[in-house]
């Protein structure tokens, strides 16, 4: 089965300079992707200008994955120094509601676009400090890299969840496949560009669900720049409050 959560669909948040889209809402109670897609319940596109942060709350425990397309931002943890995330590095945090005061900013001078995955925390203790790796454009072109997974297996980022993140940056006519083993899921964000999925056109903003699906496939129409989420079986599913606002 597959699902497509177009761009304008997602809910759309302007404080000042500030803009934040929201794939899944959680305060939409009509929405059937309010609780998000199986363990992906969060998936946020933040537009934020210098000067400016924000808190990150949660009542439950998450882990939060953070890709910085432009700019720069500052993870701040009451546990330890702030991290500096730059351009094309990914950023991961262990939220629980025990721990108060985790937030992200902006340095000067200019804007940081980013982006930002919630996971379900299927672990009881997680390190709370935040660690980060950095994946060129080269070492994502043409292929869909491994930037995130479980055990940090392949250089990736190691997020303790049963969750695999892939990043892609592909050129016109490029075809690809990502096999998914059974009970496994998926979520497809296209982050630029546009893709042709079966019989789903998508472009910047859209996102897609697979479930029950033997592989991803997808095809650019033109220059794309692609986040796709390989996601575990999730045994119950239940709301995860989250704001950064």
């Not at 177009?6 to 109670?29: A, G, L, P, V, Y």
């Not at 997680?126 to 072109?141: V, W």
């Not at 250089?155 to 075809?175: A, E």
């Not at 592989?215 to 045994?235: H, P, R, W």
């Amino acid at each position: 089965m597959i699902i497509v959560r177009r761009s304008e669909e997602r809910r759309q948040i302007e404080k000042k300079d500030q803009t934040t889209w929201m794939t899944f809402d959680s305060e939409n109670k009509s929405d059937p992707l309010q609780n998000g897609f199986g363990m992906l319940k969060i998936l946020n596109e933040e537009i934020l200008p210098p000067g400016n942060g924000f808190i990150l709350h949660t009542h439950k425990a998450m882990v939060i994955v953070t890709y910085v397309l432009e700019g720069m931002v500052v993870y701040k943890s009451p546990l330890g120094k702030p991290d500096l995330v730059e351009t094309k590095e990914f950023h991961r945090v262990n939220l629980t509601p025990e721990v108060k005061q985790q937030g992200f900013g902006v340095l000067e001078p200019d804007n940081a676009h980013f982006f930002q995955s919630g996971f379900t925390n299927s672990e009881k203790h997680l390190e709370q400090d935040g660690i980060k790796k950095l994946f060129t454009q080269a070492e994502r072109k043409g292929i869909l890299k491994l930037v995130a997974s479980p055990d940090g297996r392949g250089s990736s980022l190691s997020i303790q969840q049963d969750v695999q993140i892939y990043s892609t940056f592909i050129n016109k006519g490029n075809h690809m496949i990502h096999e998914l083993l059974p009970g496994r899921s998926a979520w497809l964000h296209v982050v630029k560009g546009e893709v042709q999925m079966n019989q789903f056109h998508l472009q910047t903003g859209d996102g897609s669900g697979l479930t029950d699906e033997r592989s991803v496939s997808f095809t650019a129409q033109n220059q794309a720049e692609i986040l796709l989420f390989d996601l575990g079986k999730q045994t119950q599913e239940v709301p995860f409050p989250f704001s950064n606002n």
